[in-house]
């Protein structure tokens, strides 16, 4: 703890920015809420996860309707397959922007702004007369569902400590999985009953839903003290302050108030824990060409260990996506399913999913607990990927046994079961990755995320595309017997990142180091 007089001082203060000294500290509501701390912070999570539930139900809500779609719209199988992988395109890349405007105007306003777009989108596609207007409106759709994704986890850091968050990331992460399984029974059950515009409208009352709860419920958590983008505008613009008032003075005394050790220009935490106090940073405005967020993003990128987890990340959730689509098409050509008992075999798929994120979440923090203790109280992010390897045992048998038990047409139970395995386990694994991503990027958690849905939308626009014809030419027993050979080398970049990744983090810290102090 810092002295008083130390925290109004002007003066920089060497502290980790994430526990920098903030008014109304979201992690200590406690003290000033009539709630108590874990019933207000659980209330958070279930807002943040609601919103983020929606964001997974748009994706796959649209599956049981398309039939209708295509005959009222006259629209082609390829204008149906645009519009979903489109829709998958920006939802992942779109991200990046939503967090740039967060550091300007807050984690609140984007929500509210995100949900209306969500709920404009909605209802000029349950309006729509032409099938261009359905794809151009599905994008808009995706462009407002995105932007929990970046800082829905940014809202679970800046109220919970990191022992903590593998846990909860489980818990916020479990309710879009619930998207592919819920979201063709819903689908199916509004088209059969009433009509595809029917599933539009239902989006539109659960966006209206979650926006009033955001609108009356839920307090900003962003501080701008523990934003890294925050802290490197107020460096530099007291640096130029300073440089201009000693411009008269002797270059050695210039040096010594604006050179050599006290520079804070890091663009990433770990190469500047000098932290900019309270009353020093809390004028701060700052502007679209201060969050530019394409610099954030290759830093990120350039990260070694970073971009290796980005990949893996990538590839899992790919699978996790192609899975439940190429599915529904097995069970209504093979099985003579309709849309109803297809999403109700799929729902197997998305129990084992949500139980994966939150068992595995869980464990991802005992993990990490049993690890610190034993290295007498020192963590480092990549303790937390050693939870992943009791899962890795598994998920390639399991991918390999849905590939053969759906190329057989065996009796659906054992889909059913294969598709839990299969949901349970690469989620177990996405949610550590996930949660490593925000534990490795302190200061910069909303851009981590919003890069890891980048790299996400790609891989599944990618996986969207070339999962039918595969499908079409190898059977489900050729693709997922090669899904199982991707899912081993995402096991084995999770491992290199496990022993390699801390050595690479730091000789990422020390160049961005070495690069600013020869600035």
């Keep these: 703890m810092h002295s008083p007089s130390s925290i109004l001082s002007n003066e920089p203060i060497e502290i980790d920015i994430e526990h920098a000294v903030v008014e109304d500290d979201p992690r200590l509501w406690s003290n000033t809420k009539k709630a108590s701390l874990s ?3 659980t209330a958070i999570l279930f807002i943040v996860s609601g919103a983020s539930m929606f964001s997974g139900f748009a994706v796959h809500i649209q599956n049981p309707a398309n039939a209708q779609i295509e005959q009222q719209l006259h629209a082609s199988s390829g204008d149906i397959s645009l519009s979903l992988s489109l829709f998958i395109l920006v939802q992942g890349n779109f991200p990046v922007i939503w967090s740039a405007i967060g550091e300007i105007k807050g984690r609140k306003f984007v929500y509210l702004l995100s949900i209306a777009l969500f709920i404009f989108g909605s209802a000029i596609v349950a309006l729509s007369r032409t099938i261009g207007l359905v794809i151009g409106m599905r994008i808009v759709q995706a462009a407002g569902s995105s932007a929990v ?19 909860m990331m489980g818990v916020y ?5 619930l998207g592919p399984s819920l979201g063709p029974i819903f689908g199916g059950a509004l088209t059969q009953g009433f009509s595809w515009r029917a599933v539009f409208w239902f989006l539109v009352t659960w966006g209206g839903i979650v ?35 000693a411009k008269d003075e002797s270059q050695n005394i210039s040096k010594l108030e604006v050179g050599g050790e006290k520079q804070t220009t890091s663009k990433d935490i770990e190469a500047q824990r000098t932290v900019i106090p309270a009353p020093a940073i809390k004028d701060v405005k700052l502007t679209i060409a201060d969050v530019n967020p ?18 893996a990340s ?21 099985y003579d399913y309709d849309a109803l008992k297809t999403g109700l075999v799929l729902l197997a798929y998305g129990v084992g999913c949500v139980a994966g994120s939150i068992l595995g979440g869980h464990w991802s923090d005992r993990t990490l607990a049993r690890l610190k203790a034993a290295n007498r109280g020192v963590s480092f992010p990549e303790m937390r990927l050693e939870s992943t390897k009791i899962a890795m045992l598994w998920l390639p048998p399991s991918v390999i046994g849905y590939a053969w038990v759906c190329q057989e047409r065996v009796n659906v139970f054992a889909v059913c079961v294969m598709l839990f395995l299969a949901g349970f386990l690469s989620i177990w694994i996405y949610t550590s990755t996930l949660a490593y991503l925000v534990d490795a990027n302190t200061g910069h958690s909303s851009m981590a995320v919003a890069t890891n849905s980048t790299f996400r ?30 899912m081993l080398v995402v096991e084995c970049m999770i491992l290199l990142v496990l022993y390699k990744g801390r050595n690479w983090r730091e000789a990422s810290v020390e160049r961005e180091k070495q690069k600013l102090d020869a600035e």
């Design 149 to 167: 994704f970046a800082i829905g986890a940014a809202t679970l850091a800046d109220i919970y400590e990191s022992h903590q968050r593998g846990t």
């Design 294 to 311: 394409f610099p954030a993003y290759f830093s990120i990128v350039s990260r070694k260990n970073n971009l290796v987890v980005l990949i």
């Design 39 to 41: 019933i207000y912070h």
């Design 314 to 334: 990538g590839l899992t959730f790919a699978f996790g996506f192609s899975i439940p689509y190429t599915c529904a098409r097995t069970l209504s050509m093979y």
């Design 457 to 486: 939308g790609l891989f599944a626009f990618v996986a969207a595309e070339i999962a039918v014809p595969l499908q079409d030419t190898i059977g489900d027993g050729g693709l997922y017997t090669l899904w199982a050979g991707l």
């Design 211 to 245: 926006f009033l709860a955001f609108l009356f419920l839920f307090n900003d958590t962003f501080r701008k003290e523990r934003s890294v983008t925050h802290q490197n505008v107020l460096n530099f613009r007291l640096r130029g302050q300073q440089s201009s008032e």
């Design 173 to 177: 992460y479990s309710a879009p999985l």
